[in-house]
């Protein structure tokens, strides 16, 4: 499978769910401006196309999914939009374009993040999708969303990822917890969604949240590996930020080359969890193998 | 019925159901205490005690709604540390004690917001409640939960308040539709959360949202009054702020003594929408009563 193709087209599905998604809020002008800048200023939309790939992974439609994909996308374009508010990262910029507070002021910016999140929830509990999936099922879907969103997900992870730094004594295990609640809870949320919603049962819903939590701290090395190694001209944003803001990675405690090692050995473990299910996961696999090539 | 003693006695079950209710996020030492601190600093506990006795009404068990009416008090806490924010309202004092922010700094009051806001859809869609509701229910309460904290609720009123000041043109309509988004929609939210668990029928709940509606823009408008008639030592916290701010309200446009007509005149239409219940609401209607007498 050209696996660079499968993304650019699932992104241009993604891309074109959310711009639709967004469109019951259009009378609210403002509001729905700095909600829609923000979510659909760019993005690999990783996130969204793990939902969607391990739904179809089940014999789905992906249609079916969209919804939940796309609200997925919305938690993290909105956790974005609150960490570069200048009282949080102060970051002007995001995507190498203007930062939402840079372009609608920090007052709307806050309340554009805030309603793409209750959006979210909007989206995940509408009662249109009882028509296709089990009652029971969305409960615990929006309960994902919820648990992974919070004190015990992104939130959890922006505070602890707040009050450590390089300055301090860190170790392994901290950045882990950093790193699993930051970046992992949600593309493991994505990958979970997609099996709940297709039915799978308990042992195959935990093989594919444990997947999706070993690429989601590989994902997060290999980004700041590339922060350490890259180019602007290449990555499309600023580089060497981690060094700058004396961020706690696992660069900063192990280097590059042993990062590199962590990444990739963090992709072998993710895989072996879903080596029960046989050839059903080729594409999510696929993907995670592929997001070690970007260090490449 | 003695509505202070009740209203007392109902204070001390939900304000001891809060501090329960944050005990599983005890680990998470710091944004645990930052989100303890606003949803405990006090507070008339209106919205959960609406939803309790909304749901009593119909002879049921009030323990069983607890979790929801906690969940929404949170929301509403949520929206209170973000408004208090030196990036929107900058509110040094809220309850006459030191905002979040102050106490814990303006990243962290960020967070504590958006780690209630999660926490209280994780509450409301906890798998735990399946035992007592119809999932079908359960469901309709969380999307009802992110309708009225989004942006046709408590996010788009806060967006209209920050547009609107009495420097522009004002009129009823435009002052009646941020009432009803900023405050109306989370007091609606209360009292339909307790129709909807009880398994009223749907025109019973449409009842009682209209109910809640008009009951919500008239607890604004009493509001309103008080800022611009009361002395901070009865009140509890600063008066004449709406008019040092230029705060678009009833009273900005129609003076005192009009918008204490229209705060009456709101409670007798919301209590109309009850009557085909008989004797059924007896105590919310109190309630609704109780809440002009605010402004004696």
Redesign the interface.
């Known amino acids: 499978m050209d696996i660079t193709k499968y993304l650019e087209e699932k992104k241009k599905v993604i891309d074109s769910a959310l711009e639709s998604s967004l469109i019951p ?1 259009k009378e ?1 002008s ?3 401006a700095a ?1 829609a800048y923000s979510l659909l200023l760019g993005g690999k939309r990783i996130r969204p196309i793990l939902a969607i790939t391990t739904y179809s992974a089940s014999g789905k439609n992906e249609a079916d999914i969209l919804p939940f994909a796309c609200a997925i996308e919305m938690i993290h374009t909105y956790s974005l939009i ?1 960490d570069d ?4 990262d102060n970051s002007d910029e995001r995507r190498g374009k203007s930062s939402c507070h840079k372009v609608y002021g ?3 910016a ?2 554009a ?3 793409l ?3 979210s ?2 989206m995940a ?3 249109i999708h ?1 028509n296709l999936f089990d ?2 099922l ?3 879907v ?2 994902n ?3 992974s ?8 992870g ?2 602890m990822d ?2 450590s730094s390089v300055d301090e004594e860190i170790n392994e295990e901290t950045i882990t917890y950093i790193d699993r609640l930051k970046t992992a809870s949600l593309i493991s949320l994505a990958i979970r969604t997609g099996g709940i919603l297709a039915g799978v049962n308990e042992s195959e819903k935990l093989a594919l949240s444990r997947f999706g939590e070993n690429l989601g701290i590989s994902y997060q090395i290999i980004d700041d590996v590339l922060d350490e190694t890259s180019s602007p001209e290449i990555l499309g944003k600023e580089t060497q930020q981690d060094k700058k803001n004396k961020k706690a990675t696992f660069v900063a405690l192990f280097g590059v080359e042993k990062s590199k090692n962590i990444a990739q050995e963090l992709i072998l473990k993710a895989v072996d969890f879903l080596k029960p299910y046989n050839n059903k996961y080729t594409t999510i696999i696929e993907l995670a193998e592929f997001t070690l090539g970007r260090m490449k």
């Open positions: 809020l609210h403002i509001l729905y909600m609150h508010l200048p009282i949080m920090s007052d709307m806050l309340l993040g805030d309603a999140l209750s959006y929830f909007e509990s509408n009662p009882r009652e029971k969305l409960l615990e929006v309960n969303f919820a648990l969103s919070g004190v015990k997900g992104l939130v959890g922006q505070v707040m009050i």
